[in-house]
């Protein structure tokens, strides 16, 4: 166990509609990541927060936004769900921005 | 061509068997690199982390880096039906942090009892 977890463990959602994913981070681990994976493919870096200031993002369009709270607990938003949101998203916690740990992630499926 | 490439597989071996997994790059400023282990519908969980050209080694795995060459590599040794999951390589510039991961695709390994 990572003592990353996330809510909820899946959810169905419209296209159009807008999803709010949650995660728990290790505590003292400042840095927290989010991945978005594809069926058969790799994760996929969204973007990073470290101390409640996203300092890193990846090829993918504002409508995806986070937050990130002292109590080490973070948010991921999506806007405007596409179906090609349809994955599992993943967070990661790291006591230093390189060797991360994942939760078990949430699975979204957009209709 | 992809910044990381993984051969996705599946790899099928008997139980038993020394499992070589690899991964090729064509970033140079990957310096930091980790292999993690994904069962079906899991976060992905971190097997093995190095930062330097050589091999590392913990219990049956052993991680091996070759930065000249861009190349790394995981082998698993005495294989058991346990180990049958997705091997995730994964990679980050030196200073990591803004950059994030950069993962390869994946290899079904399934290791036949």
């Known amino acids: 166990e990572t003592g990353v977890t996330q809510s909820p463990t899946h959810l169905i959602k419209t296209r159009g509609q807008q999803v709010t994913l949650r995660c728990s981070s290790q505590?003292?681990?400042?840095?927290v990541s989010w991945y978005q994976q594809a069926l058969g493919q790799g994760p996929q870096f969204i973007f990073q927060?470290?101390?409640?200031?996203?300092?890193g993002r990846g090829n993918f369009p504002p409508r995806f936004s986070g937050l990130q709270f002292p109590n080490y607990s973070s948010e991921l938003n999506v806007n405007a769900l596409e179906l090609d949101d349809s994955a599992l998203y993943l967070c990661a916690s790291s006591p230093d921005r390189d060797e991360q740990y994942f939760g078990p992630g949430t699975r979204l499926t957009v209709t | 061509q992809k910044e990381v490439e993984q051969d996705p597989g599946p790899l099928s071996v008997p139980e038993g068997a020394i499992v070589s997994l690899n991964c090729t790059y064509s970033n140079s400023a990957f310096q930091y690199f980790m292999w993690y282990r994904q069962y079906s519908r899991k976060g992905p969980e971190l097997l093995m982390y190095?930062?330097?050209?050589g091999n590392k080694e913990d219990g049956r795995f052993t991680a091996q880096v070759d930065k000249s060459s861009k190349y790394i590599s995981l082998f698993i040794r005495d294989s058991q039906p346990s180990d049958s999951a997705t091997y995730l390589c994964a990679m980050v510039p030196s200073g990591g942090g803004a950059d994030g991961l950069t993962f390869g695709k994946g290899t079904h390994l399934i290791i036949q009892p």
């Open positions: 190095t930062y330097s050209s």
């Open positions: 927060y470290y101390r409640e200031e996203e300092n």
């Open positions: 505590s003292g681990h400042n840095t």
